[in-house]
């Protein structure tokens, strides 16, 4: 099987594949709870990339590609993912030093 | 519960109904049907699915594009390209043994993705954590040193 040791290389292979056929290419995740294992893989039914792991701190890479792929998916291989709003919206500047001016 | 009776074709017997229809239908396989669902009902059942295989089984979960058309209905829009397809982003979730799947659209994707990431992260747990310490941990902040 072709499994891709850097994550940084499956990234851009996978981006790459879709991007050249978004109908034909899927993202498949295959998880294991009793052996711990999480198996990605992006195929266009003629290459196929395979990325395995058992690290916890996969998971917040897998979520961002998770985000890509949804957004070029859903919007369209050109899409450029949005950053991630909720967080940075919820946070106001932080420019209260002493009182508000409020009339 | 009422079920429905009929007779088997082969026996001649008396059987319920369901078996009956497989008979007759040997490529129809009522345990392998594919339940499509709106977003936040797939989700519960996503839920479901990593729960029901915590001590074993796989969870499978597939992203793909799609018009949700037909071949044959598909040559036809591509031969006329002043109508643009929409396309879906199509997800299916299976554990080999029951599948479900929902479609999503330019604009549930965004929503879908933030529950969906929470669905993940609350069941895919079993991931060995880095025993030493690295600039982000997930788990708590090792003290200063």
């Not at chain 1, 859903?74 to 950053?83: L, S």
């Not at chain 2, 009522?30 to 059942?45: G, H, I, K, Q, Y």
């Not at chain 2, 997800?91 to 330019?106: E, F, N, P």
């Not at chain 2, 879908?112 to 069941?123: G, M, P, R």
Request: aromatic content about 8%; hydrophobic content about 35%; proline content about 5%.
């Amino acid at each position: 099987m072709v499994y891709v040791d850097s994550w940084d290389t499956f990234v851009e292979r996978s981006i790459s594949l879709f991007r050249a056929d978004p109908v034909a290419t899927r993202y498949v995740m295959k998880y294991r709870h009793c052996d711990g294992k999480l198996v990605l893989k992006v195929t266009d039914n003629r290459e196929c990339l395979k990325f395995k792991t058992d690290q916890a701190q996969d998971m917040r890479k897998m979520e961002k590609l998770n985000n890509l792929f949804f957004t070029m998916m859903a919007r369209g291989p050109d899409a450029v993912v949005p950053e991630e709003l909720p967080k940075e919206q919820a946070a106001p500047p932080p420019s209260k030093k002493g009182r508000g001016r409020r009339q | 519960m009422i079920v429905d009776w009929t007779v088997d074709l082969n026996s001649g017997l008396w059987c319920p109904a369901s078996s009956f229809r497989s008979q007759l239908d040997p490529t129809l396989d009522l345990n392998n049907t594919e339940v499509l669902l709106e977003a936040d009902p797939f989700l519960n059942e996503l839920t479901k699915l990593y729960e029901r295989n915590k001590t074993s089984g796989s969870v499978w979960v597939t992203m793909k594009r799609s018009t949700l058309k037909h071949q044959k209905k598909r040559k036809t829009i591509e031969e006329s390209p002043a109508v643009e397809p929409e396309y879906r982003c199509l997800v299916r979730a299976t554990d080999g043994k029951k599948t479900i799947s929902c479609t999503l659209s330019a604009k549930d994707h965004q929503r879908f993705q933030t529950s969906y990431a929470t669905v993940l992260k609350a069941h895919m747990d079993a991931l060995k954590k880095r025993e030493k310490k690295d600039k982000k941990s997930a788990s708590t902040k090792a003290p200063g040193s």
